[in-house]
């Protein structure tokens, strides 16, 4: 314990740009329950390798996500950005085709399963190696004060990848039954992980969902309930019955669709994207704060990539002061830091969260 905390400090001295706070898990769980408190959260999960290098100082293969990196390196970089609660979980790419860049980026291609008779080709995650790393980090946390959520996969999105975003669209009308049945294959898996992750101090169990557009669902909102938030809401019942909580995962404009996502048990909404300016995130807060908390919006393609650090700053600053009342909200980005934003830039976003709450 004396080592851990040791390891805290150091990490947490490193930064010299502010007094970096300590990670408490409770601003995310009052964050939730709305209470309101001066020390906002902060939760940045799986930026690009090239700010995670910038950031532990480190020069990692560049095909890895952050929770893909060794249990010490994620422990580092949770606490160097100035996160609450660390993130796990693993990419399951069965069915992917994907290409990789002269840097070592994988970027996806296309799908490989497209009838059923490629069923056949799908492979599993060995969860017995998941369970061993969850173990790992786990003992790693003990005495930090950081949390731990872990993410759950979901069955439609990996379905997607596995057949191809256009194939897949395509055959939700002309192949339902195949569909759904890729679906209900992956989603046995999904259930079989969680069952996994409940077993351990978990304290929020991350879901997503893959098919919303900028502009809202890329099918109709009967086909969102057939093909995705079904089976999501399966698991956010086992979710909610461990007595864990639901973080949401859903690009896009989706303020229309937030009164179900209440419904489904969701606590936490996760990255309102702006949409080019079609998704107001302080209406959302006035119209359904009391009974979901946000988390996000700090805009990755405006500010966080062009923006001046002081211009970032203030953004962030400005987000506090108007969604930070009453409690429910969490600083994070409004998807995922990318490979364009400037490292300073979200050193300006971590530390307006560590200057306000000073």
Same mark, same amino acid.
């Given at each position: 314990?004396?080592?851990?905390?040791?390891?805290?400090?150091?990490?947490?001295?490193?930064?010299?740009?502010?007094?970096?706070?300590?990670?408490?898990?409770?601003?995310?769980?009052?964050?939730?329950?709305?209470?309101?408190?001066?020390?906002?959260?902060?939760?940045?999960?799986?930026?690009?390798?090239?700010?995670?290098?910038?950031?532990?100082?480190?020069?990692?293969?560049?095909?890895?996500?952050?929770?893909?990196?060794?249990?010490?390196?994620?422990?580092?970089?949770?606490?160097?950005?100035?996160?609450?609660?660390?993130?796990?979980?693993?990419?399951?790419?069965? #069915?992917?085709?994907?290409?990789?860049?002269?840097?070592?980026?994988?970027?996806?291609?296309?799908?490989?399963?497209?009838? *059923?008779?490629?069923?056949?080709?799908?492979?599993?995650?060995?969860? #017995?190696?998941?369970?061993?790393?969850?173990?790992?980090?786990?003992?790693?946390?003990?005495?930090?004060?950081?949390?731990?959520?872990?993410?759950?996969?979901?069955?439609?999105?990996?379905?997607?990848?596995?057949?191809?975003?256009?194939?897949?669209?395509?055959?939700?009308?002309?192949?339902?039954?195949?569909?759904?049945?890729?679906? *209900?294959?992956?989603?046995?898996?999904?259930?079989?992980?969680?069952?996994?992750?409940?077993?351990?101090?978990?304290?929020?169990?991350?879901?997503?969902?893959?098919?919303?557009?900028?502009?809202?669902?890329?099918?109709?909102?009967?086909?969102?309930?057939?093909?995705?938030?079904?089976?999501? *809401?399966?698991?956010?019942?086992?979710?909610?019955?461990?007595?864990?909580?639901?973080?949401?995962?859903?690009?896009?404009?989706?303020?229309?669709?937030?009164?179900?996502?209440?419904?489904?048990?969701?606590?936490?909404?996760?990255?309102?994207?702006?949409?080019?300016?079609?998704?107001?995130?302080?209406?959302?807060?006035?119209?359904?704060?009391?009974?979901?908390?946000?988390?996000?919006?700090?805009?990755?393609?405006?500010?966080?990539?062009?923006?001046?650090?002081?211009?970032?700053?203030?953004?962030?600053?400005?987000?506090?002061?108007?969604?930070?009342? #009453? #409690?429910?909200?969490?600083?994070?980005?409004?998807?995922?830091?990318?490979?364009?934003?400037?490292?300073?830039?979200?050193?300006?976003?971590?530390?307006?969260?560590?200057?306000?709450?000073?």
């Amino acid at each position: 314990m004396f080592f851990r905390k040791w390891t805290l400090l150091k990490y947490l001295q490193i930064n010299n740009s502010v007094n970096m706070r300590e990670p408490d898990k409770q601003r995310i769980l009052d964050a939730i329950n709305h209470i309101e408190r001066r020390d906002i959260p902060l939760l940045e999960i799986d930026p690009d390798i090239a700010i995670m290098n910038e950031i532990l100082g480190k020069e990692l293969p560049f095909h890895l996500h952050s929770f893909e990196q060794d249990v010490e390196d994620n422990v580092e970089l949770n606490i160097r950005m100035g996160n609450d609660m660390l993130y796990f979980s693993h990419v399951w790419r069965t #069915g992917r085709v994907e290409v990789q860049d002269r840097d070592g980026r994988l970027h996806y291609k296309d799908g490989s399963i497209k009838t *059923r008779k490629d069923f056949d080709q799908l492979w599993f995650p060995d969860l #017995g190696k998941l369970e061993q790393k969850l173990e790992e980090t786990c003992r790693a946390l003990e005495g930090m004060g950081m949390g731990l959520m872990c993410g759950a996969q979901t069955a439609a999105f990996t379905a997607m990848t596995a057949m191809g975003y256009n194939d897949f669209l395509l055959n939700t009308l002309a192949e339902t039954e195949m569909v759904l049945d890729l679906i *209900r294959i992956i989603h046995e898996y999904c259930l079989r992980e969680m069952e996994v992750y409940l077993q351990y101090p978990v304290d929020m169990m991350k879901v997503g969902s893959g098919i919303i557009a900028t502009t809202g669902p890329m099918v109709s909102w009967d086909q969102v309930e057939q093909l995705e938030t079904s089976f999501i *809401r399966e698991q956010i019942q086992i979710i909610r019955n461990a007595g864990k909580h639901v973080y949401f995962h859903i690009d896009g404009k989706v303020d229309d669709l937030i009164p179900n996502f209440i419904d489904m048990g969701v606590d936490v909404l996760n990255p309102i994207d702006p949409s080019g300016g079609v998704q107001d995130i302080y209406e959302i807060k006035k119209n359904f704060g009391d009974e979901i908390t946000l988390a996000g919006n700090i805009n990755i393609d405006t500010v966080l990539k062009k923006g001046s650090p002081e211009e970032v700053r203030a953004d962030v600053i400005e987000h506090i002061k108007r969604l930070g009342k #009453g #409690g429910g909200y969490i600083v994070s980005s409004s998807h995922n830091l990318h490979e364009q934003i400037p490292v300073e830039n979200f050193y300006s976003m971590r530390d307006a969260v560590m200057e306000f709450n000073s």
